[in-house]
């Protein structure tokens, strides 16, 4: 036992020693993450390690063990210093959630943006206007007696366009602060954590260009820098010349070249996203590698014409490493400065040092290295998806692509040893003398390309399913989806990409020797930009190309990872053995061997069984209602006890494209890829402007609205447009109609709520239809008092969903009677009339909910007095609220856990 803990220290140690420092550090960040232990315990822990270490024989049996305690230690107290550890002087001591009026000096830290107006099927009813965005890298702020000195980022949004300020420039704004806003609804994208990690502290919002004041035009300590009109010189050089009507064709070359993400068409990005070729936008990895390839090309391409020249050039395996190195670093800094091609350039330049070191092949050691300097730079860079899909892919090619090779070569010896059981004898096997192709002929030289080809596309699928298979856990956790397609299109796609990237670098070098042959080099790349496109966008179409996924849980994702690993240790490297000749019989495999492959398989059995539990789930049993937070407006999702899905309104005012950027990524979440119903309660346009997200990515039954939507919708009005969209199925030119179907194929109907029918029942759910009745018309009712008021019922409680009805409709309910209910969705977003109290009182309700974007702290309309001593979830303040009801009871919970409420039956 001692000598084999001995030996297994020896060879982590001797093979990838940084393996468990980086460990630790990831294990001591995660840690303090989620539990926060402390700095007295990770000195403690480092202390003890360092002790322990001490002891030479316990250090020679459990090293790796002790440097990764040690390491953990010193990840733990690294993240609690840099991410828990606010400064004295930072300005995000001085920003709220509600945010206060400020005003704050400093220095403009990034190029100003003007980001237009959104765009969508309701753009024209939105109050958004033009505005810019830039970062502000904060000096002082004005106190009661002076300006305070601060310190820390704040992203900075001016309600107008400014087209004059410069990056540099000191300037004095008058606005509101606030504190970063956290996620407010599940499965939506966490900027808050995003904005820590990019060094935003706060938020800084001002109405006009005029509340913007410079103080210094050109500050004596602000030099123009080299490298961004480097970057703006290489983007002219590449798309400038480029034929007019070729936007898409441009912005996906600088996306692909030069990782300008942020200038691509929203139409290419959606597309590379369902045929699973994302990764080859966001410049990484597979960018930074074929650029390695195209300069060591290079090196063989110039070694060729100085030998046909006369010169007796060799480029050697050390300088052909250094030109490698070279491009490498000059790429990075040509490339839009982003996360993922540092993160790239970082691991490339390690590997070209590893290369030169001649440790190539250790390659676990250059990648926990590169690892290192990431994590020692911004500990909280491990909780960022780029840079886990990023070590993953490396991972996964590094190892899981050598153990499906290893898997193939077994089959295949498998398979050869299967034939030499059969009675068929050997020679009979073999293709005679007299018929295998002489050497030089054209039939040798077309078998030899033909296993090349092979060989070139057996290699590929291998490295794309290797990275598949890893970041498969991480893109069906952080984005609900999974692209079965995506290692096939990945290597389909590939020459395309890496041809786009090659004329792409040519035209740049040509066209620094002569203009006219750039631009005749710029229509043959047009070409192959616009062939890409074609191909993507067949690709994008085939069947079942983007799944949706509720994300798994953790224990799932561990067993998957769990089984990659007994995949690779089963099939190691060095394990690599050609398949024996069919004459020889194979010998015995010791026991040892097959331990690792019993261990695998039963971990893949165990996967197989758990995911069969998770992704093939029963029906819930439960009614579950969460109500979105999506500021001025409202949102429901009701998911009935049969699995069926429906929608309460969808829309808001102070949401860009709320059915696309809030309520697919829940559906998304939630793994729903369907809606059967989506009532619209009355014809305004915070709850109806974000339904054209909702069907452009969700395959919808039907939309159902009252008697009184259409006479409320006169000509040019929100309402009335999303009749005439609904009615010619999505025929307009923002919203495509093939877009607008069922799951079966037919265009989604809209269908007119029958006042009589005042209760029907549905997935074992009971609806009370309370208003509108038959009976009061248009001129009786305002748009918001003939809102669909639904009462749901399930398992002896129930939730009343009461649309924006005001006094004269809560009148008339009160006079009928019969309103209560456990949960009642407060009418009007919490607006206060003469007979809400009595209304509240009637309902009698457990719980309360509001849909708003004011907080309650700001909230003076006498609320708190209707609201009285029920429990209300606001969800300016806690965030979207789900309220399940099932044979144990009703709970209600917060997105941000502020406040919970269980009822037992």
């Excluded at 959606?270 to 936008?281: N, R, S, V, Y």
């Excluded at 440790?359 to 590169?370: G, Y």
């Excluded at 983007?546 to 099939?571: D, K, R």
């Excluded at 700001?858 to 303040?877: C, K, M, Q, R, W």
């Amino acid at each position: 036992m001692d000598e084999a803990l001995r030996g297994h220290s020896r060879t982590v140690m001797g093979t990838a020693p940084l393996f468990p420092l980086v460990a630790g550090l990831i294990a001591g960040i995660v840690l303090d993450h989620f539990a926060t232990p402390g700095a007295p315990a990770y000195l403690g822990g480092m202390v003890a390690a360092g002790l322990i270490g001490l002891h030479r024989p316990t250090r020679a049996r459990i090293g790796p063990i002790i440097l990764f305690w040690a390491s953990a230690g010193a990840g733990g107290y690294l993240h609690l210093s840099t991410a828990r550890t606010m400064p004295a002087s930072s300005i995000e001591r001085y920003a709220n959630p509600t945010g206060h009026i400020s005003r704050i000096r400093g220095v403009v830290a990034s190029k100003p943006r003007v980001i237009p107006k959104p765009e969508g099927a309701f753009a024209r009813w939105s109050f958004r206007a033009d505005r810019t965005v830039f970062l502000l890298a904060c000096e002082s702020i004005d106190g009661a007696d002076g300006g305070i000195p601060v310190t820390g980022q704040v992203r900075v949004t001016v309600g107008e366009p400014i087209l004059d300020l410069r990056e540099g420039e000191r300037v004095e704004m008058f606005g509101w602060l606030y504190a970063l806003r956290p996620v407010g609804n599940p499965g939506a994208f966490d900027w808050a954590a995003y904005s820590r990690r990019q060094d935003i502290v706060a938020v800084f919002a001002c109405n006009h260009r005029e509340m913007v004041r410079r103080l210094e035009s050109q500050p004596a300590s602000y030099r123009p820098s080299l490298i961004p009109r480097l970057r703006e010189t290489v983007r002219g050089m590449l798309t400038e010349d480029l034929a007019a009507g070729a936007d898409e064709e441009a912005s996906l070359l600088e996306a692909m070249v030069l990782g300008h993400r942020s200038r691509l068409d929203r139409r290419l990005n959606a597309l590379f996203i369902q045929a699973g070729c994302i990764h080859f936008l966001a410049v990484s990895g597979v960018h930074v590698l074929i650029v390695m390839f195209l300069a060591r090309l290079a090196c063989v391409i110039v070694m060729l014409l100085a030998r046909l020249a006369g010169w007796p050039l060799r480029v050697g395996p050390a300088a052909r490493t250094w030109v490698m190195l070279v491009t490498v670093v000059a790429y990075v800094l040509v490339a839009e400065p982003r996360p993922a091609i540092l993160r790239a350039g970082i691991i490339a330049v390690l590997y070209c040092i590893a290369c030169l070191l001649g440790r190539q092949r250790a390659s676990l050691n250059w990648i926990s290295a590169s690892a290192i300097i990431l994590i020692l730079v911004d500990p909280r860079t491990v909780f960022d998806v780029g840079w886990q899909l990023s070590f993953s892919a490396v991972l996964g090619v590094s190892y899981l692509t050598p153990a499906l090779v290893g898997v193939t070569r077994g089959l295949r010896g498998w398979c050869r040893r299967l034939l030499h059981r059969q009675t068929v004898a050997d020679d009979d096997l073999r293709r005679p003398d007299d018929q295998t192709p002489q050497r030089g002929t054209v039939g040798s030289l077309l078998v030899r390309a033909w296993r090349f080809a092979w060989r070139y596309a057996a290699g590929m699928l291998a490295v794309s399913l290797g990275a598949w298979l890893v970041t498969l856990p991480i893109i069906a956790t952080h984005f609900h989806r999974v692209q079965p397609w995506g290692a096939i299109n990945s290597v389909l796609v590939f020459p395309l990409i890496g041809l786009v990237m090659a004329l792409g670098f040519a035209k740049l070098a040509v066209g620094v020797i002569s203009a006219t042959l750039g631009a005749l080099l710029g229509q043959v790349l047009i070409q192959v930009d616009s062939f890409l496109i074609w191909f993507v966008e067949h690709l994008a179409s085939l069947p079942a190309a983007t799944v949706i996924s509720q994300a798994p849980p953790w224990w799932l994702v561990v067993l998957g990872y769990l089984a990659l690993a007994s995949l690779a240790w089963t099939f190691p490297r060095r394990n690599y053995e050609p398949a024996p000749p069919l004459s020889e019989t194979p010998e015995q495999e010791p026991s040892r061997s097959r331990r690792p492959a019993f261990l695998g398989l039963v971990t893949w059995v165990v996967l197989a069984l758990a995911a069969a539990a998770w992704f093939l789930p029963g029906p819930p049993n439960r009614l579950v209602v969460t109500v979105l937070d999506v500021g001025a407006g409202s949102a429901t999702v009701i998911e009935l006890p049969d699995g069926r899905v429906i929608l309460y309104d969808v829309g808001s005012l102070s949401r860009d494209n709320v059915g696309r950027h809030v309520i697919v990524p829940f559906l998304h979440h939630r793994g729903i890829r369907r809606i059967d119903r989506v009532y619209v309660s009355h014809a305004n346009v915070d709850h109806l402007n974000g339904l054209p997200g909702v069907l452009d990515e969700i395959p919808t039954e039907e939309v159902i609205v009252n008697a009184h939507f259409e006479s409320h919708s006169p000509p040019r009005s929100s309402s009335r447009h999303l009749l005439e969209l609904l009615t010619r199925g999505g025929g307009g030119a923002s919203l495509p109609a093939s877009r607008w179907q069922t799951v079966s194929g037919g265009k989604v109907s809209l269908e007119i709520l029958d006042p009589a029918l005042t209760q029907w029942r549905s997935g074992g759910v009971t609806f009370d239809l309370l208003s509108p009745l038959d009976g009061p018309t248009r001129r009786e009712l305002s748009p918001n008092d003939s809102s669909t008021v639904l009462r749901l019922s399930y398992a002896g409680r129930s939730i009343l969903l009461a649309g924006d009805i005001e006094e004269r409709t809560q009148q008339a309910l009160l006079e009928r009677g019969n309103l209560n209910a456990d949960v009642l969705l407060l009418p009007h977003h919490g607006s206060v009339r003469p007979s809400s109290r009595a209304f509240v009182e009637a309902v009698a309700p457990l719980v309360l909910i509001r849909s708003s974007h004011e907080r309650m702290d700001e909230t003076f309309s006498g609320l708190h007095y209707v609201v009285g001593d029920i429990p209300l979830f606001n969800t300016a303040d806690v965030g979207a609220v789900q309220v399940v009801i099932d044979a144990h009871g009703l709970r209600v919970l917060s997105m941000r856990g502020q406040g919970f409420f269980d009822k037992a039956r």
